[in-house]
């Protein structure tokens, strides 16, 4: 399978296990799982027809680890907009964690702090070079660095997603450093 399709497919993948799982008739069920053979019967009626061992390869390469498979089931690991409960026990954040937004965001995350926005939870990320990435995907990457130890000795509750990539209900303003 080439780059090109594999990243496509990955595309849908995200966009129908995260965002809009109805849009091809299948159902996540409570923890964000879909059957591997319901999910492929649906790409082949909706004519992205694809094998059990192309799904695996997608899965196996992604550059992000987006996707897990457990016991015959898939789901993706974090980045949901539909409600799902991941399931994940509470994590210990690190003293920091990082966030890679743009500069248009920066006065409403002042005034409010970070927000889920269209997600389940805000995304946060273990290291600057991450959050860099994640904020060039809007535009000029700014990166705010989080203290979320003090988040975490005020009772806030953070989860790690299989794929690194922290989670948590909101950030409020003084636990942002704007530098
Ligand atoms: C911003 C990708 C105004 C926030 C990434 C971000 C991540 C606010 C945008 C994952 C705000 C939401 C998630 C506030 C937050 N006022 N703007 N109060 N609070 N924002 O895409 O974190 O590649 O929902 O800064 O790598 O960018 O898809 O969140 O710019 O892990 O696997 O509102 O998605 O993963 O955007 O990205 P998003 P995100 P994948």
Same mark, same amino acid.
């Given at each position: ?25 299948? =159902? ?11 999910? +492929? $019967?649906? /790409?082949? #009626?909706?004519? &992205?027809? %694809? ?49 890679? =937004? ?11 702090? +970070? $927000?889920? /926005?269209? #997600?389940?939870? &805000?995304? %946060? ?55």
């Amino acid at each position: 399978m080439d780059e090109r399709r594999t990243v496509k497919v990955s595309k849908y993948l995200s966009k129908h296990l995260r965002h809009q799982p109805e849009r091809i008739g299948i =159902t996540l069920d409570a923890n964000g799982w879909v059957p591997i053979d319901t999910l +492929l $019967r649906a /790409m082949a #009626r909706n004519n &992205v027809p %694809l094998t059990r061992a192309e799904l695996d390869h997608v899965v196996a390469v992604n550059d992000k680890r987006r996707f897990a498979v457990e016991n015959d089931r898939i789901r993706a690991s974090q980045g949901h907009t539909v409600p799902v409960d991941l399931d994940l026990p509470p994590a210990e954040p690190p003293a920091y964690l990082y966030h890679g =937004t743009v500069g248009h965001a920066l006065d409403s995350i002042r005034s409010e702090g +970070l $927000r889920p /926005m269209n #997600r389940t939870h &805000v995304h %946060l990320s273990p290291d600057r070079e991450t959050a860099t990435r994640v904020g060039a995907r809007r535009g000029r990457p700014v990166v705010l660095s989080v203290d979320t130890g003090a988040m975490h000795r005020a009772g806030h509750t953070f989860h790690v997603s299989a794929n690194g990539v922290w989670l948590t209900a909101s950030v409020p303003p003084e636990f942002l450093r704007f530098r």
